[in-house]
């Protein structure tokens, strides 16, 4: 069911300017002063990388593939204006440690969930983009208790009605590509190869992804064992479907944002995310591909500042 809002005249006004403030020049240069720091803990044998800022309500902010916790970068200081921000590199990717076993959506999740308790946070509103939605939908559906907001951003659930149609789209490849021979032929390729994602996903080649985040991208993907871990998700997907297949039976009910681009999978989340939660408010950003932060970085921001 579609959220609607009904609030005085009083509150949408206080609302209004403290959007417009978040999102301001001048408190966007006041945010790029505030410190964010780079912190690493071990949970259940694991050790996971993650930035942090801020005070006040926790927020947890889960990448996808092709990325790490960088691109949460220029959303952070915004954010940690009114929260306390945690945006970790998933397990396997960025400066994460590469777990021994249990690299999918719902074991993701436990780990992070530890990771939020270790922290010391009892309850949060938790965001992910591309497999890190995937990632953030097991964490609510698991700690529906403990998570306070859900923000699900361009992708799609395994498991749940209209999900074959993408997982088997022709134009969709790459959620196959994996093992020991797309590994051999992608070694040393690692640029053209993510060049892919950034340029062909995008609604513009032009508006994605600056060359800056896909060298450090480029660079984080290449180490050592670390293409096979993020693969490792993708193989995941026949177990997370069955999960969320047997989650989705029980309906969200902590409010939800479904915000994803035109030209890529926004409408089709937005489809898949009323059949799993009671309370959606869904945005979907026009002439915008998968890459909504970084091709639409004004509205995406301004929609997750409004409704977290």
């Known amino acids: 069911m579609q959220r609607s809002f009904h609030v005085s005249a009083r509150l949408f006004v206080f609302s209004a300017l403290a959007l417009a403030a978040i999102c301001s020049p001048a408190s966007n240069a006041q945010a790029q002063n505030k410190p964010v720091a780079s912190l690493t803990e071990e949970v259940d044998g694991v050790r996971l990388h993650y930035l942090t800022a801020g005070k006040g309500p926790a927020v947890i902010l889960l990448h996808g593939y092709a990325e790490t916790s960088r691109m949460w970068t220029p959303t952070i200081p915004l954010l940690a204006e009114r929260f306390r921000v945690i945006a970790p590199d998933l397990p396997g990717i960025g400066d994460s440690a590469i777990p021994a076993d249990g690299s999918d959506m719902k074991t993701a999740a436990i780990r992070i969930h530890a990771l939020a308790r270790k922290l010391g946070v009892e309850k949060a509103r938790v965001v992910g983009h591309d497999i890190g939605l995937m990632v953030a939908y097991a964490y609510a559906a698991q700690f529906p208790l403990e998570t306070e907001k859900l923000v699900v951003m361009d992708a799609f659930l395994p ?107 926004g409408e089709a989340l937005a489809q898949q995310m009323k059949l799993v939660a009671r309370d959606v408010t869904v945005v979907v950003l026009k002439d915008t591909g998968h890459w909504i932060l970084e091709e639409r970085p004004k509205e995406t921001t301004e929609a997750l500042a409004k409704f977290l």
Do not use: C
């Open 159 to 265: 498991g749940v009605e209209g999900w074959e149609a993408i997982y088997n789209s022709s134009a969709i490849w790459h959620f196959r590509f994996h093992g020991p021979t797309p590994e051999a032929l992608v070694k040393g390729r690692e640029s053209t190869y993510f060049a892919y994602f950034w340029n062909d996903l995008a609604a513009d080649k032009n508006r994605s992804l600056p060359q800056a985040d896909r060298d450090a991208y480029v660079t984080a993907y290449s180490r050592p064992g670390r293409m096979r871990a993020a693969w490792a998700y993708f193989d995941s997907f026949s177990q997370a479907a069955n999960d969320f297949a047997q989650l989705s039976q029980t309906k969200l009910t902590m409010p939800v944002l479904s915000i994803g681009g035109e030209k890529s999978l």
